[in-house]
């Protein structure tokens, strides 16, 4: 991931971010993972790429077996072990998302949502290649990006 979220937007800033989104981010980040939500299983081991803190963690880990969260930045995982001390199920790893130390057909979801595509800052098709060659054949990766119609949003959103 870039140094951008690595140094800047990290841990606790990463956080209060989150907690001060305008109503109609919230609403647009609660859908999405709302249809996360809707396909993942109860057996299911699911990774979360750029998990940041584990902030969707808890909502994912009360769906699936296991939730494996990993991000690149020290401070955001540092405070997700922190925040995420009474969920069982989850765990959080530094790793780069484009190199997963993982190997082939593990997961039955991975997850990269919340503009996480544009987050890395890297080969676009190398990102979900590696995402792709960690997913057991029939599970499901499931990306997103920001639409052009929430850019105004967003915007609003980056000033706060």
């Given at each position: 991931m870039c140094g951008y979220y690595t140094e800047k937007l990290a841990?606790?800033?990463?956080?209060?971010?989150?907690?001060?989104?305008?109503?109609?981010v919230r609403q647009y980040l609660e859908a999405e993972v709302a249809h996360v939500l809707t396909r993942i299983r109860p057996n299911d081991v699911v990774l979360d790429l750029g998990c940041?803190?584990?902030?969707?963690?808890?909502?994912l880990s009360k769906k699936a077996r296991l939730v494996i969260g990993i991000d690149s930045s020290d401070q955001?995982?540092?405070l997700g072990?922190?925040?995420?001390?009474g969920v069982e199920n989850c765990l959080l790893l530094a790793m780069n998302?484009?190199?997963?130390?993982?190997g082939s057909d593990l997961f039955d979801a991975v997850v990269c949502i919340q503009?996480?595509?544009?987050?890395?800052?890297?080969?676009e098709k190398d990102l979900i290649a590696e995402s792709i060659r960690v997913t057991k054949q029939g599970g499901i990766a499931l990306f997103?990006?920001?639409?052009?119609?929430?850019?105004?949003?967003?915007?609003?959103?980056?000033?706060?």
């Open positions: 841990g606790e800033r990463l956080r209060k971010c989150y907690e001060i989104a305008p109503p109609r940041g803190y584990g902030r969707i963690i808890p909502q955001s995982l540092l072990q922190e925040m995420l001390k998302a484009v190199e997963l130390g993982f503009n996480g595509i544009s987050a890395f800052g890297v080969n997103s990006t920001y639409s052009h119609r929430f850019w105004e949003d967003r915007l609003e959103w980056f000033k706060l």
